[in-house]
């Protein structure tokens, strides 16, 4: 985005210009949840980080539901705190620092170009369009406060990524402890052998020694197809093989022992582009291995980069806070804390009326 520093003009007369026909501010009758200094953050607000909030934990869902047979938001931390519990803590903070950088953005003369504005009208118009009336409803945000807020949001975020700009961190100091020898990856290509199958409960079972001696000879004759120059994806094609047969490439660093001991002590001895002489047996079946590259640098760079981030974000938060710290902030807690993050905005049975959603989020009169 690009943000010009000018005159501070009046913020009201370019919605008036551009989205509404009215000069003056949106009326809000949505309850005060956080006020930072003089400036007041409204419940439509919040509920609008909330949905955001909402939209991805929920997406997140079903795949903790599938896989680890759990939900999403009562997942907890190491220290027992719950995603849903997290969530929320990062929904107030997040409106906190938002509202104090937008207030620094106004003094600094910080404002939207018809471009942008354009932008998020086009952005309010797809949320309108998108949510249902359950979700309007529950979220008490009309289209002309959805501007402002976008409005809002936009400097806000412009003066914050200016903000991070002026930080200085020593990225040398902050990967001094990365060694790439830790972090030296191998690429290594398989042909597998299974000599087990599982049951319905995921138990192993092992085949018989004649089954065993069978998967071996195949075993055997791939290998020597694949010294012969046979690509590992032709011998997957050919009729005849044994069930269960399977190609992969996998990336591991060296300790890991992904396919256990005997895989990996195999494929270190391995030159690039070399496939081992020998047939590796490990518990589960028969490996053909074939070095792809054993100087990948990706974890190392990942690693570097992680270092570096974590560095800046670390900066950022010491700067944030020295600024926080200028700002009085009160909290209602009477409408915050009834707030349970998960299905305010998302769930498409939310609400069905406004007594509902004041019985939903128990508001205070």
């Known amino acids: 985005m690009n943000y010009k ?7 009201s007369m370019l919605l008036l210009f551009l989205l509404t026909a009215c000069s003056k501010r949106v009326k809000n009758d949505t309850p005060v949840v956080i006020t930072v200094n003089d400036s007041k953050i409204h419940m439509d607000e919040m509920m609008y980080y909330i949905y955001q909030t909402e939209a991805d934990g929920n997406a997140k869902e079903e795949t903790y539901q599938a896989f680890f047979g759990e939900s999403y938001w009562e997942t907890k931390d190491e220290t027992g705190t719950t995603n849903r519990e ?3 803590s990062d929904v107030m903070e997040l409106a906190i620092r938002n509202d104090i950088f937008y207030q620094r953005a106004a003094k600094a003369g910080y404002e939207v170009s018809k471009d942008e504005m354009n932008e998020i009208s086009k952005k309010v118009e797809t949320l309108m369009t998108r949510w249902t009336d359950q979700q309007k409803l529950a979220m008490g945000i009309t ?10 949001l936009s400097i806000a975020n412009a003066y914050e990524k200016d903000f991070r700009d002026t930080l200085e961190v020593d990225e040398a100091t902050a990967t001094s402890t990365i060694y790439e020898e830790d972090y030296k990856e191998y690429d290594v290509l398989y042909l597998y052998v299974p000599t087990v199958t599982f049951s319905n409960d995921s138990d192993m079972i092992a085949f018989s020694k004649e089954e065993k001696q069978a998967a071996y000879k195949e075993a ?60 590796v047996e490990e518990e589960d079946g028969y490996y053909i291995i074939k070095m792809v590259n054993k ?34 902030i009160t909290i209602q807690e009477k409408v915050w804390n009834p707030i349970e993050i998960g299905a305010i905005t998302y769930d498409k049975n939310v609400v069905s009326s406004k007594e509902d959603i004041k019985d939903a989020l128990e508001i205070p009169e």
Do not use: H, P
């Open 86 to 88: 997290l969530a929320k």
């Open 5 to 11: 520093r000018r005159l501070v003009f009046a913020f």
């Open 220 to 279: 055997v004759k791939l290998l020597k197809q694949a010294k012969q120059g046979t690509d590992f994806s032709d011998l997957l094609m050919e009729e005849n093989r044994v069930e269960g047969l399977e190609s992969s490439e996998v990336t591991f660093i060296k300790g890991d022992e992904i396919f256990g001991a005997y895989f990996e002590k195999t494929a270190l001895t391995l030159s690039n582009g070399e496939i081992a002489n020998k047939v």
């Open 295 to 328: 100087d990948s640098k990706v974890s190392y760079e990942d690693a570097m980069n992680r270092a570096v981030e974590a560095a800046w974000n670390d900066a950022f938060s010491k700067a944030y806070e020295t600024i926080k710290n200028e700002y009085e």
């Open 143 to 152: 289209k002309e406060r959805l501007v402002e807020i976008l409005t809002k």
